[in-house]
Nanobody, 125 residues
Framework: QVQLVESGGGLVQAGGSLRLSCAAS????????MGWFRQAPGTEREFVAG????????YYADSVKGRFTISRDNAKNTVYLQMNSLKAEDTAVYYC??????????????????WGQGTQVTVSS
């Protein structure tokens, strides 16, 4: 089992940058596919980015491709989401998620068994 704690959210102007971090407990972090999701008020939680267990493979939602970068440091049990060129529509609560069952990045929330508490990102226009 793994526990996830996100940090790094906040208020930023459009065009700015933020870096989210997700720290995981336990000694098997490298066994998990990791993902970032987000949820804006009144909407469903949506996939943002994911990385394979080793970090060699990454996958992005079309809406963030070219602006966001996911990375992981298995030695530090941490996954990151670097967000550049932020837009007002990126405003949401961002969640870190872990999947130990599958070997490839999944975009469905149902395939992730562990979730953090979320961190708010607000982009002002």
């Amino acid at each position: 089992q793994v526990q996830l704690v996100e940090s790094g959210g906040g208020l930023v102007q459009a065009g700015g940058s933020l870096r989210l971090s997700c720290a995981a407990s336990g000694r098997t972090f490298s066994s998990y596919v990791m993902g970032w999701f987000r949820q804006a008020p009144g909407t469903e939680r949506e996939f943002v980015a994911g990385t394979s267990r080793s970090g060699d493979s990454t996958y992005y939602a079309d809406s963030v491709k070219g602006r966001f970068t996911i990375s992981r440091d298995n030695a530090k049990n941490t996954v990151y989401l670097q967000m550049n060129s932020l837009k007002a529509e990126d405003t949401a609560v961002y969640y870190c998620a872990a999947d130990r069952v599958h070997t490839r990045v999944a975009v469905s929330t149902f395939e992730y068994g562990y979730w953090g508490q979320g961190t708010q990102v607000t982009v002002s226009s």
